[in-house]
């Protein structure tokens, strides 16, 4: 069993940048593929971007440039570092996990293929 705990979520200006953290507990950390999906009002969770245990990248066409995810194993957490933001991209943002490497499987941008979720966490970007 996997715990998620996102973090970090909050009213920024458009342009702005936010560091979304995702704290990850109750098994080892390192072999997780993580993931970040985002679900805006009325539209359904959409895939943003997903680090395996590599250390290797897949991010959404929309984010490519602007977002950024990263990992410490160390801490056991990973972060999404996200640059020029748009209102566009306000939603609530959720942390997942998985045993298993989705990147090479084909299935990290599908939420279907996550065991473990977090609760959320809320960005607004005003205009």
């Known amino acids: 069993q996997v715990q998620l705990v996102e973090s970090g979520g909050r009213l920024v200006q458009t342009g702005g940048s936010l560091r979304l953290s995702c704290a990850a507990s109750?098994?080892?950390?390192?072999?997780?593929?993580m993931g970040w999906f985002r679900q805006a009002p009325g539209k359904e969770r959409e895939f943003v971007v997903a680090?395996?245990?590599?250390?290797?990248?897949f991010l959404a066409d929309s984010v490519k440039g602007r977002f950024t995810i990263s990992r410490d194993n160390a801490k056991n957490t990973v972060f999404l570092e996200m640059n020029s933001l748009k209102p566009e991209n306000t939603a609530i943002y959720y942390c997942?996990?998985?045993?298993?490497?989705?990147?090479?499987?084909?299935?990290?941008?599908?939420?279907?293929?996550?065991?473990?979720w977090g609760q959320g966490t809320q960005v607004t970007v005003s205009s």
């Open positions: 997942a996990a998985d045993y298993r490497d989705l990147r090479d499987l084909g299935l990290v941008s599908s939420d279907g293929s996550y065991d473990y």
């Open positions: 109750g098994r080892t950390f390192t072999n997780y593929c």
């Open positions: 680090i395996n245990y590599r250390g290797s990248t």
